[in-house]
T-cell receptor, first 109, second 116 residues
Framework: DQQVKQNSPSLSVQEGRISILNCDYT??????FLWYKKYPAEGPTFLIS?????DKNEDGRFTVFLNKSAKHLSLHIVPSQPGDSAVYFC????????FGTGTRLQVFP | DTGVSQNPRHKITKRGQNVTFRCDPI?????LYWYRQTLGQGPEFLTY????????KSRLLSDRFSAERPKGSFSTLEIQRTEQGDSAMYLC??????????????FGEGSRLTVL
């Protein structure tokens, strides 16, 4: 049973607009949720995280929102840039990471 | 380059052969993780070490898979009697102990296995 779900396999957004990537989870016993970004032929790289005791964390153009009652996590990228085009994975962390299946974001000019 | 290094980057083998992958983590990182990623899926946890101790193994890690980290530095992942279903990208990551629970791992570029 998938503990972390990303139901949208792909998303296409125009440059300058907001990108919203979503993630649902089942396990409430986690310490952190994270977003990783992956370019082709590279390993995933850490993007932003949020503690289980918070509901929002912001870092520049990236903001992560955590809705514990809905068991839902989202990543907002604003404004979106062509260099943001990549696969984005959400992941929950205890002592290890459990990843979702990923969402491919394409930002077009 | 002080990042996580994985070798070989790509391995093609015939079914039934043994393969071994090596991971050199960032030097000051105590924790080392192995993940496997197949097409259209996220990375799946296989096992992790803290120094030389293997602390957890996934049910995905069958008896044909073995991982070691003999001196708490580099690690090897061996797959014996490979099967076509083993074809995947094998990812290694490292972290200091302090960020183990926060999930900030540093990944290598991966070793892609193709079993014919």
């Amino acid at each position: 049973d998938q503990q972390v779900k990303q139901n949208s396999p792909s998303l296409s957004v125009q440059e300058g607009r907001i990108s919203i990537l979503n993630c649902d989870y089942t396990n409430s016993m986690f310490d952190y949720f994270l977003w990783y970004k992956k370019y082709p032929a590279e390993g995933p790289t850490f993007l932003i995280s949020i503690s289980s005791i918070k509901d929002k964390n912001e870092d520049g153009r990236f903001t992560v929102f955590l809705n514990k009652s809905a068991k839902h996590l989202s990543l907002h990228i604003v404004p979106s840039q062509p260099g943001d085009s990549a696969v984005y994975f959400c992941a929950e962390s205890t002592d290890k990471l459990i990843f979702g299946t990923g969402t491919r974001l394409q930002v077009f000019p | 380059d002080t990042g996580v290094s994985q070798n070989p980057r790509h391995k093609i083998t015939k079914r039934g052969q043994n393969v071994t992958f090596r991971c050199d983590p960032i030097s000051e990182h105590n924790r080392l993780y192995w993940y496997r990623q197949t097409l259209g899926q996220g990375p799946e946890f296989l096992t992790y070490f803290q120094n030389e101790a293997q602390l957890e193994k996934s049910r995905l890690l069958s008896d044909r898979f073995s991982a070691e980290r003999p001196k708490g530095s580099f690690s090897t992942l061996e797959i014996q009697r490979t099967e076509q279903g083993d074809s995947a990208m094998y990812l290694c990551a490292s972290s200091p102990v302090s960020s183990g629970r926060t999930g900030e791992l540093f990944f290598g570029e991966g070793s892609r296995l193709t079993v014919l």
